[in-house]
T-cell receptor, first 112, second 113 residues
């Protein structure tokens, strides 16, 4: 059973560009979560999704950030008009129920 | 406000020197407490879930315990390969979606041969 997959693993964007981060959950997992980890900071919750539904986006910045988990295909975290402060590691996790979560390897976003 | 505090921030041990990592939490009803291990440049790796005070779980050299206010991760006779950052997280029973995890900043463990 393959683990949570994220791509790309590393992403470099210039200020003002868009970043698209993809996450394929583990087989059989319908719950997906996105977290952000800044240097020297803990993991911070961003958004919780189930297929075609956003369950909780309380940790998501109000502007420029959006997430989706379509009926078919991976979950996408989209950051529009990136700024230097968006540079971080973004982790996706999945679970079969809102319980223990299994994390992917992360996408490291660098904004230049 | 729900929060998690881990101590110490960093811990250096000699191989074979047992010790404990602490995770103190305040949460509006505990749904679950989770321990993860994170190696540099990688995602967190799930270790344990604890649900109620008095519960204990073991895996190889690691043992996790839970009280009403804190959890301990005991490491017995550690080896260099146990070197990593250990993360503690809680899931609240009330408020929000009960889905998100609230993480501490972690304890960075170094085990020297």
């Amino acid at each position: 059973n393959a683990g949570v997959m994220q791509n790309p693993r590393h992403l470099v964007r210039r200020r003002g560009q868009e970043a698209r981060l993809r996450c394929s959950p583990m087989k059989g997992h319908s719950h997906v979560y996105w977290y952000r980890q800044l240097p020297e900071e803990g993991l911070k919750f961003m958004v919780y999704l189930q297929k075609e539904n956003i369950i909780d986006e309380s940790g998501m910045p109000k502007e420029r950030f959006s997430a989706e988990f379509p009926k078919e295909g991976p979950s996408i975290l989209r950051i529009q008009q990136v700024v230097r402060g968006d540079s971080a590691a973004y982790f996706c996790a999945s679970s079969p129920a809102p319980d223990e979560q299994y994390f992917g390897p992360g996408t490291r976003l660098t904004v230049t | 406000e729900d929060q998690v505090t881990q101590s110490p921030e960093a811990l250096r041990l000699q191989e074979g020197e047992s010790s404990s990592l602490n995770c103190s939490y305040t949460v509006s009803g505990l749904r679950g407490l989770f321990w993860y291990r994170q190696d540099p440049g990688k995602g967190p790796e799930f270790l344990f879930t604890l649900y109620s005070a008095g519960e204990e779980k073991e895996k190889e050299r690691l043992k996790a315990t839970l009280t009403k206010k804190e959890s301990f991760l005991h490491i017995t006779a550690p080896k260099p390969e146990d070197s990593a950052t250990y993360l503690c997280a809680v899931q609240a029973r009330y408020g929000g979606s009960q889905g998100n995890l609230i993480f501490g900043k972690g304890t960075k463990l170094s085990v020297k041969p």
